[in-house]
């Protein structure tokens, strides 16, 4: 059920209230008990989806999260190791 934003015309109250959709604005004000209330056009709290496989961290396992494409790092890498591939077998020697 959405939360409407109203406000009063007479003392400008402004308030909200928890309706169901097929339900008629309200009319009364409950702070002056006046009759010019109107109903506000307001930008909503977005959708939220609940339970299990709608967040980003819900995967099932780490391979998804990873980006199918090289990043620019390691292709980087792999050019350097190609251009120079007595550095690189120098620097696994070491390690």
Do not use: W
């Amino acid at each position: 059920m959405p939360t409407y934003e109203y406000l009063c015309m007479d003392c400008g109250f402004k308030f909200e209230e928890f309706q169901s959709i097929a339900a008629e604005p309200l009319h009364v004000c409950p702070k002056c008990k006046g009759n010019s209330v109107r109903r506000l056009i307001s930008g909503g709290g977005g959708i939220i989806f609940k339970g299990h496989g709608f967040y980003q961290t819900d995967y099932k396992n780490k391979s998804f999260a990873e980006p199918s494409h090289p990043t620019k790092e390691a292709m980087k890498a792999k050019s350097e190791a190609a251009e120079n591939p007595k550095k690189s077998e120098d620097a696994k020697k070491k390690t």
